[in-house]
Every structure is written in C-alpha cells, then in structure tokens.
C-alpha cells in the first residue's frame, strides 16, 4: 500500500484560540481573556484524530524515489459550527532523504527537489483535512467560538 502512510507521528498537536474582538479587551498592552474556554476537538478525541489521519493521508509516490521524509503544519480554522475553513501550510521541513540518490543531483537540483516535496506534503495535508467531518467547535464563555488550529502531520516513508 504505497499510497498509504504506515506511520503517521503527530509530534505536535499544538492549538491556539483566537476569539472575537469582542471577546478579548485590550488595556495598556495586557490582553484579559476569559479562562472559560473549551479547544475544539475532533469527533472522538485525539485517538480519533490519529486514526482520522492515518486512514486519510497518502505519503506522495513521488517522494519514495528519494526516500523523502519531513513535516508540515497544517493551520485551519474551526467555526462556531465546528465546519474547517483557511486552511493553510506552513513550517514545511524536508527531515531526511537518500543522501546517496540526491548526491548524484546538482545542487540547484536537490534544492528544487526539496521544494517540491515540501509542496507536495502541504498540497497532502489539505486534502486530508479537507475531508475531515465537522469538529465539535471551540468555545469561550461558554459560546461557540472561532478558533486557529495548528496541525503537525509527519510523513515517514513507508518503504522503509
């Protein structure tokens, strides 16, 4: 099943609310914010997320070649419905690859393949958080908030 992860590690599921304007008072550069606040969560719990993950993300064929492993942090927003919209890549890190496969690319080649790779596992990570069911929201107060969610997916190559 080469299009299917083995291995998914979420090194980090790190998460940070961003509540309305409404909802956070600035004074002399302190920010009160209410310590009322539930996270959004995925249906089932962290556990669930895992299994989510592990079903729906694919490890790119192209990146077997070179035995291409890395990161990306996926930031979506979860709604006050629960429903994931702006999703976005970020931090995308190419962590280990076959030294002896990118030794024989020139430089500017193994710099260009590292990019596209890293493109590819961010285009990988949207797609799977695309199909994701709605979440339970987050909320503040005890009020349906929007909150930014940050996502570590890890591809590891399933080859090895």
């Not at 030294?99 to 961010?122: C, D, G, V, W």
Request: some cysteine; aromatic content about 10%.
């Amino acid at each position: 099943m080469k299009r299917t992860i083995f291995t998914i590690a979420l090194s980090a599921l790190s998460m940070s609310a961003m509540a309305q304007e409404t909802e956070i008072a600035f004074t002399d550069s302190t920010v009160f914010v209410s310590s009322d606040r539930q996270m959004p969560e995925f249906k089932g719990g962290q556990e669930a997320l895992k299994k989510f993950l592990a079903k729906n993300v694919r490890y790119p064929d192209a990146a077997t070649a070179y035995g291409v492993e890395g990161s990306v942090v996926m930031t979506f927003i979860v709604g006050e419905d629960g429903t994931l919209s702006d999703i976005s890549a970020h931090d995308c890190k190419i962590e280990r690859f076959n030294t002896t496969k990118f030794s024989q690319e020139t430089e500017n080649r193994q710099n260009e393949l590292k990019k596209q790779f890293a493109l590819l596992f961010a285009k990988e990570g949207a797609r799977a958080i695309r199909k994701m069911p709605k979440w339970t929201p987050g909320t503040l107060n005890g009020k349906p908030v929007r909150v930014r969610y940050n996502l570590r997916i890890r591809f590891i190559d399933p080859s090895k």
